[in-house]
């Protein structure tokens, strides 16, 4: 899915082998880290689009699915300064 760049179908289908719970443990680490990595490239596209909310809501599905990818943690801190800053809402 990567090479069609369809990032949120993408996320769904790596949340579906994380649910599942069938592979190996080494599958699974797989599944987990290639969804985080969609959510962030999703952020990063909202950032692109000058949606800064939007980003702060990817990176944060990041960060559930991965709660020490410092990579989302930053870009969540950064897109929340900027949101903050244009007075956009925050999702909750």
Same mark, same amino acid.
């Given at each position: /899915? ?6 949120? /179908?993408?996320? =769904?289908?790596?949340?579906?082998? $994380? $649910?599942?719970?069938?592979?190996? %443990? *080494?599958?699974?680490?797989?599944? $987990? %880290? ?13 950032? $692109? #689009?000058? %949606? ?7 990176? #944060?599905? *990041?960060?559930? =699915? ?6 989302? #943690? ?7 300064? =900027? *949101? ?9």
């Amino acid at each position: /899915r990567y090479d069609s760049r369809d990032w949120e /179908r993408a996320a =769904v289908l790596f949340a579906q082998i $994380r $649910r599942d719970g069938r592979g190996s %443990d *080494a599958t699974l680490a797989k599944a $987990r %880290d290639g969804e985080a990595y969609c959510y962030r490239e999703l952020g990063h596209g909202a950032q $692109r #689009r000058d %949606d800064f909310a939007g980003a702060v809501r990817w990176y #944060r599905l *990041a960060l559930e =699915v991965r709660p020490d990818d410092a990579a989302a #943690r930053t870009e969540l801190e950064a897109a929340e300064k =900027v *949101a903050q800053s244009r007075g956009e809402p925050l999702p909750a």
